[in-house]
């Protein structure tokens, strides 16, 4: 398994035009990835097959986050959401997700695909401050699930302060 490396302050970008694609399987390892994904994270297709997609996972993302996207998708319902991505080389890379569970003909969910675009500079700019916020409320706790149910609880306080469902949100940034 790749070691992670430290993160840098260099942001790289993709172009607007691009798509980044990857798929897998119901425990989150990947089964499918694009040559931008391969290009823009720094990992070979073959580097990455089997690898938990947390591989991509920045420190700066708090765990909420993915918490709100997995318990979105399980519910076999698409999210959009803005993740901060590491590259190998630690450097990094934001993203607009567009993350969905891949059904069979009984309506079981059998994998997840995501479709990663360029992101609005202003949507990052504001959900960068929330996203900390929410991390150092994480970082207060000492228990894995204490801090993860603490974070979620400050991701929500968010969105409802803003007077919109989490899925008109996003888009409102």
Known sequence: ????????????????????????DLKGR??????????ICGYSEA??????????RHPDMPRAV?????????EKREIFAYVKNLARDGSFYWVFAHVTPSLNADREIV?????????ERRAIEAVAPVYADVLREEQR???????LDAGYRRLMDFVNSKNLPYDELVFAL
């Open 66 to 74: 993915f918490k709100l996207l997995w318990d979105t998708i399980q």
């Open 111 to 119: 994998a997840y695909h995501s479709n990663r675009r360029v992101p």
């Open 1 to 24: 398994m790749p070691i992670h490396p430290a993160p840098t302050d260099v942001e790289v970008f993709f172009d607007p035009d691009d798509i980044i694609v990857s798929k897998t």
């Open 30 to 39: 990947i089964t499918y990835a694009n040559k931008v994904f391969c290009d």
């Open 141 to 147: 706790h000492q228990n894995g699930k204490a801090a």
């Open 47 to 56: 580097e990455l097959m089997g690898q938990p997609h947390s591989i991509i």
